[in-house]
């Protein structure tokens, strides 16, 4: 049973570049979350993607964007990179639109601004 | 006010301690609480939701106390593998349903 599947695991890039994370849900979940989390901090909810569409948004400019594919995967694509988009992200997938459930995260991708 | 706040820690106790860690959140609509395990580097794994009533899991309680607004993770007989960072996670009502993390509190448990 493939959990929560993340590429790539590390990436460096500079400011001002443009970025694409990828994640595939957990076997049997539709709904997939991406998050942020500096080093020392809680995850931070960027936004959650079912039937292809954003559902939720947390409190993060439009420089983050997605998409969710028929298959249920995601990417997450930052554009103009700052520093300050240094961070390991995270994919995390449920099963349905609540919020409610549980989350299943995926190892995360260690994104470094140079 | 932060929306959940964590003790960072370090919580620092002897194997076969109980230690119990508290969260506190702003936000009197919330609605669901739960509780996450991060190893370092690691990604956070589910240790268990928290419910009304309270609940247990083995050597796990979580309580919930809706007037103080804040939830509880109880750990007796900790093992060295409790070691860990114990992130709680709310889920903000008023129709946003956005999940909130603090930011961790972290136990290391010496033998």
């Known amino acids: 049973d493939a959990g929560v599947t993340q590429s790539p695991t590390h990436l460096i890039k500079t400011r001002g570049q443009q970025v694409t994370l990828r994640c595939s849900p957990k076997?049997?979940?539709?709904?997939v979350s991406w998050y942020q989390q500096a080093l020392g901090q809680g995850p931070q909810f960027i936004f959650q993607y079912y039937e292809e569409e954003e559902r939720q948004r947390g409190n993060f400019p439009d420089r983050f964007s997605g998409h969710q594919f028929p298959n249920y995967s995601s990417e997450l694509n930052v554009n103009a990179l700052l520093l300050g988009d240094s961070a390991l992200y995270l994919c995390?997938?449920?099963?349905?639109?609540?919020?409610?459930?549980?989350?299943?995260f995926g190892d995360g991708t260690r994104l470094s601004i140079l | 006010r932060k929306e959940v706040e964590q003790d960072p820690g370090p919580f620092n106790v002897p194997e076969g301690a109980t230690v119990a860690f508290n969260c506190t959140y702003s936000?009197?609509?919330?609605?669901?609480f739960f509780w996450y395990r991060q190893d370092c580097r690691k990604e956070p794994k589910l240790l268990m939701s928290v419910y009304s009533s309270g609940n247990e899991d083995g050597r796990f309680t979580a309580q919930l106390n809706r007037a103080s607004q804040y939830i509880s993770l109880l750990i007796r007989d900790s093992k060295l593998s409790d070691s860990a960072t114990y992130l709680c996670v709310v889920i903000m009502g008023g129709g946003s349903y956005i999940p909130t993390f603090g930011r961790g509190t972290s136990l290391i448990v010496h033998p």
């Open positions: 995390a997938s449920s099963s349905g639109t609540g919020l409610n459930q549980p989350q299943h």
């Open positions: 936000n009197s609509a919330s609605q669901s």
């Open positions: 076997s049997g979940h539709d709904t």
